[in-house]
């Protein structure tokens, strides 16, 4: 069985550093695109970036580019969503979840479980 | 980028109901359009990929169609597990945009 196993909830001020992961088990880790959505306090999901264990290629949303750090580590199976400072505004509920590809097709056919974070001071 | 607007962005409805939910997008996506399924504490579910097949495991009571820039998601039967707020999502490009959500509740 696929499944993707998310870090626990954060609470962290602003300015501060956080990784959180996402670890992938019952299938080949390296093979699959992960991406990374958020869903900030009632509102909808935004794609955020994507990641490819198998040669670390990252591909970031217009929005997130240079406000996070998608990386992997193929070793351990686990994907990692990273800030260097965190701002309020980052406050949300994080998905990870796995690309499954019939190409040219391509859908986010398992999810992690969400980890929550919330920035404030 | 490629926008994705979804409507209604809330609907009522009974037990037993049909409803129809309709994603539009902002230019021609082909048939490259995904459902989910979402309930609040937990992931996402996929319901449908390729705007109109089933995803394993999920009852039939779900369906898709559309192609280009329209689609719809329809339940036939409307069950009380089913009352969650579902997203369309294009894979055209690969920025995957979701749509906004439509929140299904009991009427």
């Known amino acids: 069985e696929v499944q993707l196993v998310q870090s626990g909830a954060e609470v962290k001020k602003p300015g501060e550093s956080l990784r959180i992961s996402c670890e992938g088990a019952g299938y080949i880790f390296a093979d699959y695109w992960i991406a990374w959505v958020r869903q900030m306090p009632g509102k909808g999901l935004e794609w955020m970036g994507i990641l490819y264990p198998g040669d670390s290629d990252v591909r970031y949303g217009p929005s997130f580019q240079g406000q996070v750090t998608i990386s992997a580590d193929r070793s351990t199976n686990t994907a990692y969503l990273q800030w260097s400072r965190l701002k309020a505004s980052d406050t949300a509920i994080y998905y990870c979840?796995?690309?499954?590809?019939?190409?040219?097709?391509?859908?986010?056919?398992?999810w992690g479980q969400g980890t929550l974070v919330t920035v404030s001071s | 980028d490629i926008q994705m607007t979804q409507s209604p962005s809330s609907l009522s409805a009974s037990v037993g109901d049909r409803v129809t939910i309709t994603c539009r997008a902002s230019?021609?996506?082909?048939?490259?359009l995904n459902w989910y399924q979402h309930k609040p504490g937990k992931a996402p579910n996929l319901l449908i990929y390729?705007?109109?097949s089933l995803q394993s495991g999920v009852p039939s009571r779900f369906s898709g169609s559309g192609s280009g820039t329209d689609f719809s998601l329809t339940i036939s039967g409307l069950q009380p597990e089913d009352f969650a707020t579902y997203f369309c999502?294009?894979?055209?490009?690969?920025?995957?945009?979701f749509g906004q959500g439509t929140t299904l509740e009991i009427k």
């Open positions: 999502q294009q894979s055209y490009t690969n920025m995957y945009t």
């Open positions: 230019q021609n996506i082909r048939r490259y």
């Open positions: 390729g705007a109109s």
């Open positions: 979840a796995r690309l499954q590809q019939l190409p040219p097709n391509n859908w986010f056919d398992s």
